[in-house]
Structure formats: structure tokens, C-alpha cells
């Protein structure tokens, strides 16, 4: 294919990709609103950002193994049409439960835009030219990421729109890149006879996270970190992550091939990508509140506040593929990131109410581009170690990973967070001799509170969220331990269409 012809086929496939991090991004100012005016408490912030990157997480393997069975494209399709729904009856809900229900349902559709992005891009290009075309998908990436904050925050401030046209707005997006997709997209689909889907893994899998999620959400708020609801909860994760490893070392078609793990590459590659995502979605997430809470931004200020951080993503994520793809040198990368993403987050871990903005905009931008140089990049090496009919089930290991660092980083800060909050406003209420309220856990007004209790509210953001990315940093630093382990392979020069097309047996027959 012709460099024409690819941009063609990922024209649709980019906006795709656009419309699943923009789903993601463009409540993330909103939330404070969008939590007060429906009643919420910081459970509830936590939750409605983990609901979605839990549902992503379940179904990123089944995305990726269902691409190495069926249809590209009509998947693809698919997971536009489900987030489309999830997304308009998002926009309708009337309390948090609806609306947390409601971001599973976007989840699910992200989960297959993210896995299935990344394995068509696979199937089309080359390890080597790969990581040019991957660049454009950081870029569309770091794009959405500041467009839809800002777009979240414009809108949330506009009165006669208000927040619920955040999960309006995506749709006429994911309409049009289903359009795009059906004309320019043309993959040939690998037929197979007797495919077994393997659900009860996938069950299994939902099931062992989704209460480790629950357990870090809920502990120290609504129960004792030791109690029996800790072990119980605890437990039963334990019990089913086992059942999940019995099942798929027997299944025919597993969700996850446990075998593609005894390759070094894509196990420190896996691991890598868990900590990178609690460091990156955690940064994201919790970066809003800060600005508006700490600092008491509007929701489209503190969209305007975060470029630094974009910034440094575009930059990285593009640099870094086109010098790839010339060099065919990628290690270099993922270390040097590694080094900036975990130096970015110690920087912001000193951050408070008043911390100068150009420190935290020299602290957002190392983030920025520690994030860019890794994300991609670790989906770049695992692809280029697994056989074409595993490509599927390998891209979306590491996205899985990823996603599961996010849900599960995103739940242990958001619980931390809520205990620091707590604590710091009542020890401000004692020194400016008031009485603590009781320890209330809901989102606060700060236009309705006294000047002396804002202070101290604001205060106490501040410095809960420092903490949030002080205690990120270790995991970068594990992210830079791993990644420093994993041995540079050269690239490929062949696409997996076209080594399908060399092996003398059809893909469906292999094995």
C-alpha cells in the first residue's frame, strides 16, 4: 500500500480513535459540575472515570481476540455503534448510578476502538513503518486529549448547552467516522470454521477485577482496610484470577494465550504498560480537580491550563515514530520516557494550592513527554515479537494492561485522595478555629463557602492531589526498571497481511 492508501484506510479509523479519547476527556473538567448537580460524592468522581476504564479493561482481550477471528472493519463498526448508545443515554441521566451504568456501556465501545486501532494499523503496515503511522495516532491522541477538556469546559460553562451535550457531542463524530470507515477501509476477512469465543474466561476476568476495583474504591470509607469485607472481597479476586488461569490454559481460542507470556518482550512490555497507565490516567483525572478545586478554575481554564502536558505528549509521541521509523531504534525511547514520566510525577508531587503555574507547567509537560515516548511505543515492541494470527490478541494484552492500571490506579488514588481531603480539612477548620462539618464527602461549591473555609478547602485539594502524584511516581519508576530490562529486537519490514499472504497455509488452518 502507498502512503496514500493507508492515510486513506486510517482516515476513518483515526477519527474513530479520536471519538474513543474524547469520550474519555471531555468529562474530565466537567465532573466537578456534572457530580454537584447530580448529588455525588468523591466516590462517585472516582467511580464514574473508573466505570468506563473497567469496561474498557474487561473487554480489550475479547476486542483483540475476536479481531484475529472475524472481520476488522465490522468490529470496528460495531464498537462505534455501542458507544454511540452508551454515549446519548449517558447524556440523560438523572443520579450518578445511571450514569456510572451508563460509561460501562461507553467503555465497552472504547475498549474495541482502542484494541482494534492499534491491530489494523498492524495489519496494514510494517514494525518499521509503523512507528510513523503510530505517531499519528499519538498525535490524534494528544489532540483529543486537549480538545476535549477544553470542548468539556466550554460547554459546561455555556449556559443554554450545560454539561450533558459532553456526551452529545461525540456522536456526530462516531457517525461520521462510520461513514469514512465503510468507504475507505477494505481488509481482506480471514474466514475460520468452528471458532470458539472463549466467554467464560472473559466472565472470569470481568469478575476478579471488578471487585478488586470495588474493594480499593470502598476500603477506609465504608469499611475498615482490615475487615472481613476486605477479605472477602480480596478473596474472591484471588479465587477468580486462579479460575481465570486455569480456564484459558485449556481453552481452545483463550481471550489472553497465557503462551505469548513466555516471550520476555511482551511480558516486561505488559507490565510495563500497567504502570503507565496508573501514572497516565491518574495524572489526567486528577489534574481537573486540582485546577478547579485548588485553584478554583473554570472548567474551561483548567482545559487551557493542562497544554503544557499535551503539548509534550503531540511532541513526543510524533518525534519519536518518524525517528523510529527512519532508525528502526526504538529502546531508547521507552527509557528516556520513562526517566521523564517518573521525574514529572515527583515534580508534581510538590505541588499545592499556590505552587507557581510555571512549575506545574514544567512538571505537566515532563509528564507529557515521558507519555508519549512510552505508550505507543510499548505497543510497537510487542507487536513486532508475535505472529501474524496472534496480533490481535497480543495488541490488546498490552492495552488491557494499560487500561487495567488506569482503572485500578485511578480507584487506590481517588480512595487516597478522599482520606488525605478529609484529614487536611479538618485539621484547617481546627487552626482557623471552626468546627469540623463531619467529614462530608461531597464535592464542593466553592462560590458558597466563607473566605477563610475556601482557603482551607482549597488547601486541602491541593495538597491531597500532590500526594495523589507523589505516590504515582514509584509506579513510573518501576514503568523505567522494566522497560530498561526489555531487549531491543530490530524491526520488521513486513506487514502481517503481507506475511499471511507468504505462509503457504491460510491463517485459519495454521497451527
Not at 86 to 97: D, E, F, K, R, W
Request: hydrophobic share 50%; glycine share 10%.
Amino acid at each position: 500500500m502507498t502512503h496514500r492508501q493507508i492515510m486513506e484506510a486510517l482516515s476513518g479509523l483515526l477519527l474513530g480513535m479520536f471519538v474513543a479519547i474524547l469520550s474519555s476527556t471531555i468529562v474530565t473538567n466537567a465532573l466537578p459540575e456534572i457530580i454537584a448537580d447530580l448529588h455525588g460524592t468523591q466516590s462517585s468522581y472516582t467511580w464514574v472515570v473508573t466505570a468506563s476504564l473497567l469496561a474498557m479493561t474487561a473487554t480489550t482481550p475479547l476486542w483483540g481476540k475476536l479481531a484475529d477471528l472475524t472481520s476488522k472493519k465490522l468490529l470496528v463498526q460495531l464498537a462505534l455503534v455501542v458507544y454511540v448508545t452508551g454515549s446519548v443515554i449517558a447524556g440523560l441521566s438523572q443520579n450518578t448510578a445511571m450514569l456510572i451504568t451508563c460509561r460501562v456501556v461507553q467503555g465497552i465501545g472504547v475498549g474495541g476502538l482502542t484494541a482494534l486501532s492499534q491491530v489494523i494499523l498492524a495489519a496494514m503496515i510494517s514494525p518499521r513503518e509503523r512507528g510513523r503511522y503510530s505517531g499519528y495516532l499519538g498525535a490524534t491522541f494528544a489532540v483529543a486529549t486537549v480538545g476535549g477538556p477544553l470542548l468539556g469546559g466550554v460547554i459546561t460553562d455555556t449556559e443554554w448547552l450545560g454539561w450533558r451535550w459532553c456526551f452529545y457531542v461525540g456522536v456526530p463524530f462516531a457517525v461520521i467516522a462510520l461513514i469514512v470507515l465503510q468507504k475507505t477501509l477494505k481488509l481482506p476477512v480471514v474466514r475460520r470454521e468452528n471458532v470458539r469465543i472463549d466467554w467464560f474466561g472473559a466472565v472470569l476476568m470481568s469478575g476478579a477485577v471488578s471487585l478488586l476495583l470495588i474493594w480499593v474504591t470502598l476500603a477506609g470509607d465504608s469499611y475498615d482496610w482490615l475487615s472481613w469485607q476486605t477479605g472477602a472481597m480480596v478473596g474472591g479476586a484471588v479465587v477468580l484470577a486462579l479460575l481465570f488461569l486455569y480456564v484459558e490454559s485449556r481453552a481452545a481460542e483463550p481471550i489472553i494465550p497465557l503462551r505469548l507470556f513466555r516471550n520476555r518482550t511482551i511480558s516486561l512490555a505488559s507490565a510495563a504498560s500497567l504502570f503507565v497507565g496508573i501514572a497516565m490516567f491518574g495524572v489526567t483525572v486528577f489534574l481537573s480537580q486540582y485546577f478547579q478545586l485548588a485553584r478554583g478554575e473554570s472548567p474551561t481554564m483548567s482545559g487551557v491550563l493542562t497544554i503544557p502536558m499535551i503539548a509534550g505528549l503531540f511532541i513526543s509521541s510524533t518525534v519519536s515514530g518518524q525517528v523510529i521509523t527512519r532508525t528502526g531504534r526504538w529502546k531508547a525511547w521507552l527509557v528516556v520516557g520513562g526517566v521523564l514520566l517518573t521525574g514529572g510525577l515527583g515534580l508534581l508531587g510538590t505541588m499545592r494550592y499556590d505552587t507557581p503555574y510555571w512549575h506545574l507547567a514544567v512538571s505537566m509537560a515532563t509528564v507529557g513527554l515521558g507519555v508519549g515516548m512510552m505508550m505507543q511505543n510499548l505497543v510497537l515492541a510487542t507487536q513486532n515479537q508475535v505472529a501474524p494470527q496472534d496480533l490481535g490478541a497480543a495488541s490488546s494484552v498490552v492495552a488491557f494492561f494499560r487500561s487495567l492500571g488506569g482503572a485500578v490506579g485511578v480507584s487506590m488514588l481517588g480512595a487516597l485522595l478522599s482520606n488525605h481531603i478529609a484529614d487536611y480539612v479538618r485539621d484547617g477548620m481546627l487552626r482557623i478555629g471552626a468546627r469540623p462539618s463531619g467529614g462530608s464527602s461531597a464535592i464542593p461549591d466553592l462560590d458558597t463557602l466563607p473566605h477563610p473555609v475556601r482557603i482551607v478547602v482549597e488547601s486541602a485539594y491541593g495538597h491531597g492531589v500532590g500526594d495523589v502524584f507523589l505516590y504515582s511516581a514509584p509506579a513510573a519508576l518501576l514503568a523505567l526498571v522494566l522497560v530498561v530490562f526489555i531487549k531491543e529486537v530490530a524491526l520488521g519490514t513486513r506487514s502481517a497481511l503481507q506475511q499471511t499472504a507468504d505462509q503457504k497455509t491460510p491463517v485459519g488452518q495454521a497451527g
